[in-house]
């Protein structure tokens, strides 16, 4: 990623922009050139802020709607509908295939995000994410992958999102989807069996918590 509009942190943004990822085009033109087409694995766009809550896939096939178009190494993504105001949100996608040897091989090594603030003021709606800063959530390293290992110390179910004091980072937030699986003694339980004080190992891919494991 070699830019963006809105760029990193910016305020006062127009409710009704698109973001525009301007990607390095010599890593588009490796991603294209293979097996098959790898550059649209990064139209798999996640958002969070506002209606989104902490984390929603924003693709056209799978995700709630909104359109992602190409000029040149420019990436336009355009939201179903115009964002709220005095809203934060957190825009990120990374590709989590690569090409290796003339094989399609799961190496998230590509991708960015974007954090920025719209125009006006926020909707009196309660919300609960208009509570969150979203920087502060974890998305795995610059690459969009790693291993969190450590107490829990954090836990919102309503919002999905897990607060962890790993051994290296220190205290960090990451969003549990639904239908991420969380594993406890080998079996699969569910996100509300987690307690304060447990130790889990959570493990990133793609700039996504893929799974969780307590650890006993």
Not at 154 to 161: E, I, K
Request: with cysteine; hydrophobic share 35%.
């Amino acid at each position: 990623m070699v830019s963006s509009n809105p760029s990193y942190n910016l305020k006062g943004v127009p409710a009704d922009s698109s973001i525009i990822i301007t990607w390095d085009e010599k890593t588009l033109k490796t991603l294209t050139d293979g097996l098959r087409d790898l550059q649209p694995a990064l139209e798999s766009v996640n958002i969070s802020g506002g209606r989104y809550g902490v984390g929603t896939l924003l693709t056209t096939e799978w995700g709630i709607g909104g359109t992602v178009s190409w000029k040149d190494s420019q990436e336009i993504i355009t939201p179903e509908a115009p964002l709220e105001t005095g809203t934060q949100y957190r825009v990120w996608t990374y590709l989590y295939m690569t090409l290796r040897d003339g094989q399609a091989r799961s190496c998230p090594r590509i991708g960015g995000e974007v954090i920025f603030t719209t125009a006006g003021s926020p909707p009196d709606d309660g919300n609960p994410v208009r509570k969150i800063d979203l920087s502060k959530i974890y998305h795995g390293d610059e690459n969009g992958h790693g291993d969190i290992r450590g107490k829990v110390t954090g836990l919102n179910s309503a919002l999905g999102l897990l607060t962890i004091d790993d051994t290296n980072m220190g205290s960090v937030s990451l969003i549990i989807y639904k239908g991420i699986p969380v594993l406890g003694k080998g079996q699969f339980i569910s996100f509300d069996m987690i307690k304060i004080g447990d130790k889990v190992d959570a493990r990133f891919t793609g700039g996504r918590v893929v799974t969780v494991e307590l650890l006993f």
